[in-house]
């Protein structure tokens, strides 16, 4: 929709432009999908022009402007890219425009790419107003519904994938209440070669929680863990009630848990 | 840096925060649809350097330097693109409003999105196909028809507008440049119930654009309702244009008119606003206890309420025979209370008008309208200007249900227009079509019915409870209408009805598809189905017993106009088809329950108390026929076949039969497109008409009226038409008497225990229209009705908060039917010729609806081995039951 209140736009935008009233902008999509009456400015980051993906020996570097359409073309051969990738609720014409770090700064318990990114032990790149990084881990980056541990003034720059949790067998489970629907519970199992096993836990809850375990894991273990979400944890709203996102939250891990013991 | 369109660079800078959309239309590209402006719906889809992109969330600046393809340069120089052709073909549309973007989207599909469309068309949202039209164009229909002269009715004809839509040049409510165009906005009231004390302009006057502030000062001291109807005293006089209280969350508090939607919006902010907040009730259950506050405590009788002092609007308490004697007579008794939410109509174009004075200083009004010619009735009343001083027009528009069968926008454009003597447009935000339009009534309903072990149902008891909201737009006959049909399709000796429609400070409710019928029957269908398992019958066997035969009168409590009468009768064929259908076979996975469940409706095929309606038909020089008739076409489809009525009765052929429609200019009078008239009235009255023309053209060859055989599309008699032109004939209808039509739906269904999650497994469903002058067409509306419906049961609810506001306002949190979400429904025609409808039609249009959510009810009771009363079954309220009925 149209920002009637925005009366300009920096682009490309740097760090230490950002005042009261500029949003960043991504792709845009999320931005121009809500009335966002007190914005004034928008400081485009897609125009920066920064490599969508960047491979390193230590991983994969994606930028925070790397679409979700570029994301699944270059990383789609690891099956948990393209399973996060179609969790969206939008469309695959959303894909084009909407972008992996957009998509982590909306904050949405349903947001895939925080899925996927709390999945693989990924780490956020932020940069401050001074232009210096700081870096959290993404399973961290999410602190509730619609928030994250961003400062003013300070943007989300790239996601860092390390290669072995990419590389990773992974079990991914998703529950709607509808078939393409909003994810209601979208839990992602994670073996690591070392017998480690992780499972993360997002879409049902305020925000990411993901447990790790050295070793597979016994249904209790599993069970035990799950038990340290409290039931407010869980999200309340149309896309599901908190009981039914717990039960599936169980019922998920459970058949994760088997899945990645065979 | 210009912005490539269709080929044409077009230099003109884009505002900064504006979406690709607007931008698009500002520059001509009228294709290009407004749905949700959210990103949500895919109806504004366009191609940015042949990357398919959703238009209303693309930011414009980002297109400069690029390559932009919309709908309208698609085609290429030597015709339709393969995708428009194969959307004409198969008539993958009904009222269009999506089209656009339905075939921009698919244009742009590789051969594995194709072969996966539940998954890539979700960002493509149609409310009016139920998509199987829609994926069988995708997938290539077969080619469209060319009826021979005299072969229309009965054949497949497209619909008329066909080649605009698929096109993008089909001219909806806002698809034209006014120039000098105002701005209109509106503050909405943050109260459930509130008296304005003072409203302070000058902020919002002070910015630069804003041309007026209107106010509850500047409204006309009048009553009206929004609620459209022949007559008038159907519903209450409870509304004012602007008025000093509001009464709930979103109501209208004022109105800025400026030259810039960024500047009205500003003035919007602007405004000071105080208020003296009043008690406010928002629950049904309390608004007749003593002591609830009243929301017309201002009002009584004379503005149609009935008791005012009890928040009540309309009551029905009557009976026929002796319920109490009846279940004493009964071997089993069963009594449940259902419960339905609101829900919303969501046609993908939103309310709105566009209002100026023409140059005869004439009062104009382009709407998105079902009514035109009731809207210039109470726009000519309201702001006392005689009839011939206004005009309401309506373009091809966007979807209705219902919903437009109200006047939501056009009485304060007309103010703004007087007001400013400029042109003046008030388009609804997809959040306003939540907010602050209307809803489906929301219904609670206690049935309680008795039945021998012979079948007989021996008595009928209906406790019925509507939520009319703040104001009383059809909130009586809806309740009246819907505790109707429901039984009298029963022949039932003992029927007591005890209905209240009561106001609460909420969003009103409206018109919408069924009218009342479909909650109640929701009800009245489940415990006939559960009656049936008490006395161990089949639930068709069950049907068959009990519903009404040829010749009986069709009786239910109240009083009712005697004009309805089973003037054909095809409900035992629709019975025998949903027999057949149980006797199929289907496989769930491992662990599911399965379940199968029917039920049946009847509807009055119009309103009762007058439906009027006029056409005229013109034999033009060159040959063709020109029809003018007043009805509104949203992709029901009456135009079609008023054009196969038109090329039959004049031994023509349907390109040769041009339409001009929904104009108050065009015709006498019509009531409107609803209450399922487009065919049974409106094309009665086209049927009179081109009769009478007949006979005028056949009397100029000195032929009598039955020498029909004389005409031919170019002659009469040997005689050239051209000599003879012009020569017109009229029609009118007054809408009685009334025939019934007949619906039957089936399910089977699979649900998972373990997740609540629920499947169609399959949809059948058989319907009795009479003569079935279009089956292409007529398929498509029962599909339609039948997903619209699979919507309510499954996904939709509009939530109200307990302070009365709306919590559902965007699709992102109200989900509508995707692709993935309907399954294909085989549909069934009883073969019946109708004593009453034009050449034998009955309506069907309202009706596929009406008995879905009963059905899905009684599958899903199948499955389950109990009983789910309270809409809609999402998964997580069907486990959350599991586990409530876990021993």
């Known amino acids: ?262 | 840096m210009t912005i490539e369109i269709n080929g044409t660079p077009h230099d003109r800078t884009p505002l900064p925060g504006q979406c690709l959309r607007t931008y698009l239309r500002e520059e001509g590209c009228f294709g290009v649809k407004k749905g949700c402006d959210a990103g949500d719906c895919g109806a504004c889809t366009v191609h940015v350097d042949g990357t398919p992109v959703h238009s209303c969330v693309y930011p414009a600046f980002r297109a400069q330097g690029r390559s932009v393809t919309t709908i309208e340069g698609l085609a290429g120089p030597s015709g339709l693109h393969p995708v428009q052709q194969s959307f004409l073909d198969a008539q993958g549309f009904q009222c269009g409003f999506c089209t656009a973007g339905m075939i921009m989207t698919t244009a742009a599909l590789t051969d594995d999105q194709r072969a996966d469309l539940p998954r890539s068309l979700k960002g493509n949202l149609c409310r009016c196909t139920g998509y199987r039209a829609i994926t069988d164009a995708v997938n290539g229909g077969s080619p469209a028809v060319c009826p021979a002269e005299g072969a229309a009715v009965g054949s497949s004809l497209g619909a008329p507008a066909g080649p605009q839509v698929v096109t993008g040049t089909a001219r909806y409510t806002f698809d034209l440049d006014v120039p000098g165009l105002l701005h209109l906005k509106v503050l909405r009231s943050p109260h459930a119930h509130a008296r304005i004390l003072s409203v302070d302009t000058s902020a919002a006057l002070a910015v630069p654009g804003v041309e007026a502030v209107l106010t509850h000062k500047d409204a006309p001291d009048r009553l009206f309702s929004t609620a459209q109807h022949e007559n008038e005293a159907e519903d209450p006089y409870d509304t004012r244009v602007l008025d000093e209280v509001v009464r709930f969350i979103g109501q209208r508090v004022a109105a800025v008119v400026a030259t810039s939607e960024a500047a009205a919006e500003e003035g919007v902010r602007r405004l000071r606003v105080e208020y003296e907040v009043l008690p406010a009730v928002i629950d049904p259950a309390l608004a007749m206890l003593p002591g609830a506050p009243l929301v017309h405590g201002d009002k009584g009788i004379a503005e149609g309420i009935v008791r005012a002092n009890a928040n009540v609007v309309g009551e029905l308490h009557a009976g026929i025979g002796d319920v109490e004697a009846g279940f004493a007579a009964a071997d089993a008794v069963y009594e449940a209370t259902f419960r339905t939410p609101r829900v919303q109509h969501a046609a993908l174009e939103t309310h709105g008008a566009v209002g100026w004075l023409d140059d005869d200083d004439r009062l104009v009004i382009r709407s998105s309208t079902q009514t035109p010619f009731l809207t210039r009735r109470a726009v000519s009343r309201l702001f006392g200007l005689s009839r011939d001083r206004v005009r309401v027009v309506a373009g091809r528009v966007g979807g209705g249900f219902g919903g437009k069968q109200e006047m939501l926008v056009e009485d304060l454009v007309a103010m703004a227009v007087l007001r400013t003597g400029r042109p003046v447009k008030w388009e609804y935000t997809r959040s306003e079509q939540f907010t602050a339009a209307t809803t489906r009534h929301p219904f609670v309903i206690t049935v309680k019915a008795g039945a021998r072990v012979d079948g007989l149902i021996t008595a009928l008891q209906l406790t019925v409870l509507v939520n009319t909201g703040a104001y009383g737009n059809h909130g009586a006959s809806v309740m009246h209408h819907g505790c109707h049909e429901t039984v009298a399709v029963y022949r039932c000796a003992n029927i007591r009805t005890d209905a209240h429609t009561v106001y609460t400070n909420t969003v009103p409710a409206g018109a919408f598809r069924g009218y009342g019928l479909g909650q109640v029957t929701f009800a009245v269908e489940q415990v006939l189905d559960e009656l049936a398992r008490m006395i161990g019958m089949d639930p068709v066997t069950f049907r068959e017993i009990n519903v009404v035969r040829p010749g009986d009168d069709l009786t239910a409590p109240g009083a009712h106009v005697p004009d309805l009468g089973i003037a054909s009768y095809g409900l035992d064929q629709c019975l025998d088809r949903i027999r057949a259908a149980s006797s199929t076979t289907d496989t769930a996975p491992d662990g599911w329950l399965v379940g199968e469940g029917m039920a049946i409706a009847m509807i009055a095929a119009g309103p009762p108390g007058g439906h009027f309606a006029d056409a005229t038909v013109t034999l033009l020089p060159d040959g063709r026929y020109e029809l003018a008739v007043g009805t509104a076409e949203f992709g029901n489809g009456s135009t079609t076949v008023h054009v196969q009525i038109v090329a039959d009765e004049l031994r023509t052929t349907p390109d040769r039969v041009l339409v001009r429609q929904s104009d108050t200019d065009v015709v006498g009078h019509d009531t409107g497109a609803f209450a399922s008239t487009g065919v049974v009235v409106a094309g009665e009255a086209v049927l009179r008409a081109c009769r009478a023309l007949r006979a005028r053209i056949l009397a100029a060859a000195e032929r009598g009226p039955s020498e029909i055989r004389c005409l031919t599309a170019d002659s009469v008699a040997g005689i050239s038409l051209a000599t003879i032109a012009p020569l017109s004939g009229s029609g009118h209808f007054d809408g009685t008497p009334r025939s019934v039509a007949f619906n039957a739906q089936w399910f089977r269904v699979a649900v998972d225990p373990d997740t609540g999650e629920l499947r169609i497994l399959r949809s059948v469903h058989s319907a009795d229209a009479g003569t079935v002058m279009n089956p292409l067409q007529l398929r498509g509306q029962i599909e339609g009705g039948v997903a619209q419906a699979i919507g309510a049961t499954l996904a939709e609810h509009v939530d109200v908060d307990e302070a009365g506001q709306v919590t559902t306002t965007t699709f992102r949190q109200y989900h509508l039917p995707t692709v993935a979400d309907v399954p294909e429904t085989e549909v069934h025609f009883a073969r019946t010729t109708d004593a009453i409808g034009p050449l034998g039609a009955k309506s069907m249009s309202e009706s596929p609806y009406n008995p879905v959510s009963p059905a899905l009810g009684n599958a899903l009771r199948d499955a389950l081995g109990f009983r789910l009363t309270d809409l809609p079954y999402t998964a997580d309220r069907i486990w959350q039951a599991i586990q409530d009925h876990r021993p």
């Open chain 1, 1 to 262: 929709m149209d920002l009637h209140t925005v009366t300009e736009v920096i682009s490309p935008a740097r760090p230490g432009q950002w005042r009261p009233g500029d949003a960043w902008l991504g792709g845009g999509t999320a931005l121009l999908g809500e009335p966002r009456p007190h914005v004034t400015r928008l400081l485009d980051l897609a125009a920066a022009g920064w490599p969508p993906i960047t491979v390193r020996d230590d991983g994969v570097e994606i930028a925070a402007t790397c679409t979700i359409a570029e994301l699944a073309d270059r990383l789609g051969r690891h099956p948990i890219v393209l399973q996060c990738c179609h969790a969206f609720l939008a469309s695959f014409k959303i894909w084009n425009v909407a972008t992996v770090g957009g998509n982590l700064c909306a904050a949405l318990p349903a947001g895939p790419m925080i899925s996927l990114s709390a999945a693989l032990d990924g780490t956020c790149v932020l940069v401050g107003p001074d232009g210096g990084e700081r870096r959290v881990p993404a399973a961290g980056f999410v602190t509730g519904e619609g928030t994250t541990v961003l400062r003013d003034g300070e943007f989300l720059r790239a996601i860092h994938l390390p290669s072995g949790p990419l590389g990773a067998r992974t079990a991914y489970r998703r529950g709607s209440l509808h078939r393409h629907g909003r994810s209601a519970v979208l839990l992602i199992g994670r073996a690591d070669p070392d017998g480690g096993m992780s499972l993360t836990v997002t879409a049902a809850t305020r925000r990411p929680h993901v447990f790790r375990f050295l070793s597979p894991p016994s249904a209790a273990e599993v069970e035990a863990a799950l038990e340290t979400i409290p039931i407010s944890g869980y999200v309340d709203d149309v896309h599901g009630r908190p009981v039914w996102r717990q039960h599936l939250t169980r019922h998920h891990a459970r058949r994760i848990r088997a899945e990645l013991a065979v």
